[in-house]
């Protein structure tokens, strides 16, 4: 079930396996009381960059996930192959590249600041998103028949396209001060696990195969006795080359 209020709030309460959404007008929010149940969990719309709480009276179940982990890029397009051999005599084209995976986004940067009553566990989570891969460069075309000409050339396969860039975590400050006088900051505290890694390289697209040369085959002579002669086929095309890795995302800060 998933839940998703646009105004601002003095007391909000998730329930037990609920999903909340922070939308993008609540990336500055202050409750009077916040109320989180077991395996709760909060997710942010797109386009929450950063997300500051500030909650005064909090009870935070067992199990309850803050997920601001940065989207993964999207793959890079495969390059364009040639479906049919070039005409009599010719060389095949090359394939085209792939294009580029796109980089990750960002893990959201996220504030809480929370007088809490208790915390049961909460896990914060601000990675960075994986880069995608690299489009894989498309197949070389094949070379056109021999038809009284010297043997083609098959075409070059088209190079693989780069992996996108990982994304950095996000800035994560979790402050919490107790509620009740006599609890301590430190066995509050120890419930809390937050995690701020780097997204990963997109890998590189494959490069494409090369298209097949000529083939070889005989040919009749212009001699009187008509006899054949062998000539060879053309040289086969290239493979595209690999497209180079993304580079992984720096770590966020706790």
Not at 57 to 71: A, L
Not at 183 to 211: D, F, M, Q, T
Request: hydrophobic content about 35%; glycine content about 24%; charged content about 20%.
């Amino acid at each position: 079930c998933l839940l998703s209020f646009a105004t601002l709030a003095s007391e909000l309460v998730i329930d037990r396996g609920q999903t909340y959404v922070v939308a993008k007008d609540q990336m500055n929010m202050t409750l009077d009381k916040l109320v989180i149940g077991d395996n709760a969990k909060i997710t942010f719309a797109e386009g929450v960059s950063h997300w500051e709480l500030l909650a005064k009276d909090v009870s935070i179940g067992h199990g309850v996930v803050i997920d601001g982990s940065g989207n993964g890029g999207a793959p890079g397009d495969k390059g364009a192959a040639y479906d049919s051999a070039a005409k009599s005599c010719q060389s095949g084209k090359s394939g085209n590249s792939g294009e580029a995976g796109e980089s990750g986004a960002a893990g959201v940067d996220i504030f809480l600041g929370l007088d809490a009553r208790k915390i049961g566990s909460l896990k914060v989570i601000g990675d960075g998103g994986a880069g995608g891969p690299g489009g894989a460069g498309g197949a070389g075309q094949d070379a056109g028949s021999i038809v009284n000409c010297p043997p083609a050339r098959g075409g070059s396969g088209g190079h693989g396209g780069p992996g996108g860039d990982g994304g950095r975590g996000g800035n994560v400050v979790v402050s919490v001060s107790p509620l009740a006088t006599a609890a301590e900051v430190g066995a509050l505290v120890a419930n809390v696990r937050v995690s701020v890694k780097p997204g990963k390289a997109g890998k590189g697209g494959e490069g494409g195969a090369g298209g097949a040369g000529t083939e070889g085959q005989y040919i009749n002579q212009k001699t009187l006795s008509g006899s054949r002669k062998w000539v060879a086929g053309g040289p086969g095309g290239r493979f595209g080359a690999n497209g180079d890795d993304g580079n992984e995302g720096a770590y966020g800060q706790v």
